[in-house]
Structure formats: structure tokens, C-alpha cells
């Protein structure tokens, strides 16, 4: 199983980014998914969250209106919809996904088993 994101940059302080995450050789309805971002000196934070099986998806308050997670199953891609953004939105994003999940526990990144090497997202102000 693999997880690749895509689609960081660079962007002023109320602009957008989308970013994807490919998943390959998963089935979609069996694993939550989520998106966790880590800004340095920071720990990393949970950011938004999406369970196919039981049409959960969840955020953080930080980003709750601001940012949107979506599931594409035929593209076999999770894609983070960002707008809005703030300076306090740059760090590196980590898309994870995991199938014994749930919608009660999918915010404990510690009990993801999949992540991808992470997309540099960069708010100036």
C-alpha cells in the first residue's frame, strides 16, 4: 500500500490549495483516511478526516469552514480542498489512512498505519 501527496506550494495569506493524496492498491471503503499537517518546533496536528464506509468526515476546529475533505473512488484519491489560508497553516501535510478506524477514534494519528512522505504547504502573510 502506498500514499502520495501532491499539490503543495506556495500561496498568500486568503488564497487556496488543493492538495491529493494517490492511494495504491487500497479499497476505499475500508479505510478511514485522514489529513495531518506538522509545522517545525510544532506537534503534528490532525486536520481533517473521511470514513467512505460510514460518510463521516471531520476537523479540526482551526480549519472547520475553511478547509474540505473529499474521497474520489474510482481516482483512488483523498483530496484536501483548502481556502482561506492563513499563515498559521503552513507546515508539512501527511495524508495517513488506516482500516480498523473508526468515526470515534479517527483524529489518534498515533493509530494510523499508513502516511506519505508529506507536501510543504507555505502561507505568507
Known amino acids: 500500500v502506498q500514499l502520495v501527496e501532491s499539490g503543495g506550494g506556495s500561496v498568500q495569506a486568503g488564497g487556496s490549495l488543493t492538495l491529493s493524496c494517490a492511494a495504491s492498491?487500497?479499497?476505499?471503503?475500508?479505510?478511514?483516511f485522514g489529513w495531518f499537517r506538522q509545522a517545525p518546533g510544532k506537534e503534528r496536528e490532525g486536520v481533517a478526516f473521511?470514513?467512505?464506509?460510514?460518510?463521516?468526515?471531520r476537523y479540526a476546529d482551526s480549519v472547520r469552514g475553511r478547509f474540505t475533505i473529499s474521497g474520489d473512488n474510482a481516482k483512488n484519491t483523498v483530496t484536501l480542498h483548502m481556502t482561506n489560508l492563513k499563515p498559521e497553516d503552513t507546515a508539512v501535510y501527511y495524508c495517513?489512512?488506516?482500516?480498523?478506524?473508526?468515526?470515534?477514534?479517527?483524529?489518534?494519528?498515533?493509530?494510523?498505519?499508513?502516511w506519505g512522505k508529506g507536501t510543504q504547504v507555505t502561507v505568507s502573510s
Open positions: 495517513a489512512a488506516d482500516s480498523f478506524l473508526n468515526a470515534a477514534n479517527m483524529a489518534s494519528s498515533d493509530l494510523y498505519d499508513y
Open positions: 492498491r487500497f479499497n476505499f471503503d475500508d479505510y478511514v
Open positions: 473521511i470514513s467512505h464506509r460510514s460518510s463521516v468526515t
